[in-house]
């Protein structure tokens, strides 16, 4: 029998949503939702799911119900995919907590954001990880988000952690290219080291120049599109990949912004994923689920995307 | 028999030193260290004790780790003085566990910077506050530290905030005097509300102009000296204040300012404590205690200061 | 006969109000405005005069508009009082070029904040003084203006320019009290050199701790309620300060915060001078003057405040 | 006799490089040097040049040399490409004095970045728009350069400056490529209007998906490679685009990442230009050139990569 990472391609290709986290109540998922969510999303022909990244809310949550999710999801997904877990925490410890939770309940990937609390050092921070990697059950993912975190991995520090022993790879969340390009420079003797693209309206030029996939967002609502701009994308046909990557603008400057906060990515995919009847809208503080005016938007865009609840 | 909060004089007034957490290691407390920390903070003839804030490294530590604290330290306190207790979190459900923890062993209040993961916006902070306190055993003090959590509690939102049973007082890291005489000229009909500042370069400043005490981290290493300027202050003796105003000012050009990260405030001071023999300087990751070169510098620091280990 | 700097006290004290620019359209000034503006604000007592600074929208003035304001206003104000120049600009040739236009109408200083198009870093800013003293007629003040220029003077560049010959003070409107401090601390040992507190709403606390003076944007408005306080403060009288501070704040919470751009301390301020019948509350592109609404706002707030046009 | 825009295509395609001023000292042009970078840059095979943009350090010369520098590069260019004139400015009034200058001497269009002072919102940007179009006498690209305005044309101004005569494209120097994709979705029904990338490292994707060309600073040293990858990217041909792409990264993390400040770019490209003989490497305040060691540097990264001064 093999062990949990025989799962893991290295390196990981592919659409890998970040999956929202179905919620009833602050404190109490949404279970049905979560089955159907899943199940949704796998029939998109994805390649890995990510769970409790910043769409999944991971900091928003309770340690209870976060180490339920991963329970729930890893039964439920059952090796069909490699399933990645988000540990980003502001301890150490509890980071390491969540990943032996991970190890146990059968993922096969941690996925780490730095510290976000107190801005640390990039010298500090490659020694995070390298503390934080001895420590660790599973492979290790690197996750640049400096929006929340307030910190990068920079291009230096990605080097020196080639060589600690279970980095495996990066999602680039930044939105910036001219560091992504500056990565693919760096790693292009490292054919092994998966490096992901996070902002989905990033995707298409992120896999021309070399990425080997991306995290979207989006791809909870509509799997199989990323999945296919992926794969255009990857067998260069520019032409199929325009178009496709045109659709995903029109969800971005849509379904995503509606409303005046920051927020509003994450309350229009929860509140179209509703819409659909998928799984429900409940969004943990300090966010709230869009009222009735909003939803009524993105139930438009929804139609004006073609997009119907299925029957 | 009182209960828990008939110690917290309503405004509290005077110097409130955000104690460190001694540690031996990163899940582990230096018990000795603490207990000679906390009775040489309150042989200083401060009123009030604040653990678990930034100073005290809150975020990096593990839950299981800041319970312990919250217990240890209400037990040695043991009513002496009141003890707020820190109880910020990106999960709101992992704030109200903290509190209960605090209720429980016996503190006084509790202190609450903005979920730091997600940036919320004013009208979702101030609805997050009326769920919370809705769900709090101890009266709440705001808390704004923009710099780490990206959030500022705006002067219309503590305003509305003043409505809201259970929130009794803020204290302001911002540093920005402006923002503070903003919110002094608003507090002005609501003299039970307690305003501390918190850098104590602003420390002398905010009590002539009619803040009621300071929340100083060097109250860790020289408690007396803020309760002396917080007393001069008061009285408006100027010559007085603006002599250990300066005293202040050296600490924080000198003890703080060592080593080239932001957190070169943290490690001065745990580093300084440890010096002196009162606790240990290890640090929770993501940073480290300083190396021998720079506490050769804290220590000729203390020498020019006049400080120097008690026999 | 004197040198034009004989007028210019060693260090200069008091309150040095920013001067807005009346104008009549983009490129022409109300001039009549400009006269009686003058002598309101000298009627008021202040010790100085200071043009074309961001108050004066001196970047948004042509340069031949500029030329005619030094030179009318070096003559309306004949030697009363010192008349400091703006010479802020991204090109090094055109700041020497106003500095001896002020030189040759009569000024007595010049101003000047880092060039704000690209941002310097130290060792090229300190370069950058060192190269334009040796070109400037008359004694230069250092301005630090980081919301606008992105760059302020870090106190080591301070204490470098100590050292060279022709610096003779700074204003820092960066209203960050911390580093005003340690800008006190540095210029402990250096009497003669002027430091100056721009934003009015920390004139009081400044001056408390031994700044020079300060330069006001209301003082354009009431000159008089400025050189109280700068007296008050100045003999430690904290209750007159305290209330006279306290009117201060009201303004800023009133007069500037009208409109809902950062600009609403300029609209604020001009449209209170031409409410008051002193000039014209045209403003310079890109902003504009405020609309009937927006002037009846401030028209209310002047009556609060009991001020009312002169008869 | 055609007009002065009959050279301005719509829109305008392919490689227009910002070209850097090539000066002797602070005020004095390279003369000798200005005309040898002209002559080598079209011999490129470029389809316009930039000129005052921020590679060109516009903000940084007198007014006097920028009109010398109009004067001369027209007539050296003398109708062979468009010539396109910066006359960014904080000063309304200045901003249109360039451009009748621009006009005089025979240039094809003017770019305006937001004035850079005062930060307008964007209904003041827009009625900016509205008043300095109807004193220009040539066509207005817009530019984005946030980083150094602190504005940018948010789409929604975009999209209403359609609708103002005489603006004709954008060049977006923010680097944001969700930004320009939401540009791109807006101006899907404007063929006419033109859309140009800044940095080249982001040129290869901008062409694939839709931009009309680049304003690449790397095109003053090496113009025929931009030429190429704009060519390769326009046909679609993704293998040779991305090797260019490769060598358009080599450029930018050896030649442009010389020294620790941001000017490193402006810096790395005039010492080039000057390693291989074309002009001088002098900049203007507040920066400077190179020293030897970085000198040495910059000719060990040319012969890396093969680019060797011409015979």
């Known amino acids: 029998m093999g062990s949990k990472s025989d799962l893991l391609p290295r390196p990981l290709r592919g659409i890998i949503p970040p999956m929202v986290t179905p919620l009833l109540e602050r404190d109490s998922l949404d279970v049905v939702g979560l089955e159907r969510l899943i199940e949704y999303i796998l029939a998109g022909g994805v390649h890995g799911l990510f769970i409790l990244g910043t769409t999944g809310e991971a900091p928003s949550l309770s340690y209870r119900l976060r180490f339920e999710l991963i329970e729930r999801v890893c039964a439920q997904v059952n090796r069909r995919v490699p399933v990645l877990v988000g540990i980003t925490d502001t301890s150490f410890v509890e980071s390491v907590n969540i990943a032996r939770k991970a190890s146990d309940a059968g993922a096969q990937a941690v996925v780490l954001a730095p510290p976000y609390y107190f801005p640390a050092g990039q010298a500090e921070l490659l ?185």
């Open 127 to 311: 020694e995070y990880l390298k503390h934080l990697t001895a420590e660790l059950p599973l492979p290790l993912f690197l996750y640049n988000m400096p929006r929340y975190t307030k910190a990068i991995f920079e291009p230096e520090t990605v080097r020196a952690a080639l060589d600690i022993n279970g980095i495996v790879g990066l999602k680039d969340s930044s939105g910036d290219m001219m560091y992504f390009h500056r990565l693919q420079s760096l790693l292009k003797d490292h054919p092994d080291f998966t490096l992901l693209m996070g902002p989905e309206e990033l995707l298409a030029e992120a896999i021309f120049l070399g990425a080997h996939g991306g995290v979207c967002g989006g791809a909870n609502l509509l799997p199989q599109l990323y999945v296919d701009l992926y794969n255009a994308a990857r067998c260069l046909d520019l032409s199929a990949a325009g178009a496709l990557h045109s659709r995903v603008m029109q969800i971005s400057t849509t379904i995503y912004s509606v409303g005046r906060y920051e927020s509003s990515f994450l309350k229009g995919l929860k509140c179209a994923l509703s819409c659909l009847g998928i799984c429900s809208d409940f969004l943990a503080e300090p966010f709230h689920r869009f009222r009735a005016a909003e939803r009524d938007t993105i139930r438009r865009h929804l139609e004006e995307l073609g997009i119907t609840p299925a029957r």
